[in-house]
């Protein structure tokens, strides 16, 4: 028996696991804790962590090379399974991640991915992680998509689209207030025919100040 006991001190964002002579791996919390002879101790941090995925080049359904860009926000849900279950469990998140891309892209054409790539791949690349996840100890807290980029000629040829359809839609707004001008001007005109008084008080009101009025009286035979 040991005179002196040794102490494990683990930090509230720590766990350690216990390992004594091939028994059960035990979990030990934030505190101080007894070291025992024989035993074995593995401190991990159970803090949120952040995996970037190099970018991806895939294929979308009608031929198009695209790049992709994602990243997750993880942590270790189980330090027993994280550290027993495979020697690198982030590889086997990391490759799930990069075939749910690659499988959820493949099914899109361009147009497809221009719309709604990011949405539909997030959705896939995020149910892909957690399961992949859980079988080795990590919790996935969140799959990111960054980017999805196109080459650079069907970028601008989806810019000149863009550019074109918003120059239509000016032109249109132009044309339907030039169509209500012309409306309101004719329904103008025909006011003023239809009341000679209210065309001469007009007249009279777009005289500059100080101007002279002569009025001449009708003459009678």
């Known amino acids: 028996m040991p005179l002196f006991t040794q102490y494990l001190t683990v930090q ?34 159970r803090r949120e962590q952040l995996l970037t995925l190099a970018p991806q080049e895939i294929l979308t359904a009608d031929g198009v090379s695209v790049r992709v860009t994602a990243a997750l926000r993880w942590r270790i849900g189980d330090p027993v399974a994280y550290t027993e279950t495979v020697t690198d469990p982030m590889a086997r998140v990391y490759l799930a991640v990069q075939v749910a891309l690659r499988e959820g892209l493949a099914l899109l054409d361009t147009d497809a991915v221009v719309r709604t790539a990011r949405q539909a791949v ?67 005109a025909k006011l003023l025919d239809d009341h000679p008084a209210l065309a001469q008080l007009r007249i009279v009101q777009s005289l500059p100040p100080g101007s002279t009025i002569e009025l001449s009286l009708p003459t009678t035979d």
Do not use: F, M
């Open 12 to 45: 509230p964002w720590q766990c350690a696991l216990e390992r004594l002579d091939g028994a059960p791996t035990v979990v030990l919390e934030a505190g101080r804790h007894p070291q025992r002879a024989r035993a074995s101790y593995q401190v991990l941090d």
């Open 122 to 188: 997030t959705e896939a690349a995020t149910a892909a992680a957690h399961e992949a996840g859980a079988a080795v100890g990590v919790e996935v807290l969140e799959v990111v998509v960054k980017d999805v980029i196109l080459p650079s000629d069907l970028r601008a040829a989806y810019g000149s689209v863009v550019y074109a359809r918003q120059r239509a839609q000016a032109q249109l707004e132009s044309a339907r207030a030039e169509t209500a001008a012309l409306r309101s001007l004719a329904n103008g």
